[in-house]
């Protein structure tokens, strides 16, 4: 079955999210929503991904839900996700 939200990243959105993880002062869960992203955007499985992050798979199927539709990096300042 094909993944129905699918996400795709720039290399700036890539950046912004990788020093948003680097700068480590950001709300763990936004953190951790980029450490997701950053894994979905490389084409890493959602099992795999809960794996490496030990979390929850529908955890990661929400945060590809919820980012794909709205997209355009409103991360982290409107992640009330």
């Keep these: 079955m094909t993944k129905k939200y699918i996400v795709e990243l720039t290399q700036q959105e ?3 999210l990788q020093a948003l993880i680097r700068k ?3 709300a763990a869960r936004t953190i951790r929503r980029s450490h997701i ?3 979905a955007s ?3 499985a ?3 991904i809960a794996e490496t992050l030990h979390i929850g798979v529908r955890t990661v199927e929400r945060t590809r839900q919820k980012f794909v539709p709205t997209h355009r990096l409103r ?3 409107e992640w009330n996700l």
């Design 14 to 16: 890539k950046a912004d």
């Design 24 to 26: 480590g002062k950001g």
């Design 37 to 39: 992203l950053l894994l």
């Design 42 to 44: 490389d084409g890493k």
């Design 46 to 48: 959602d099992a795999l």
């Design 75 to 77: 991360i982290p300042q």
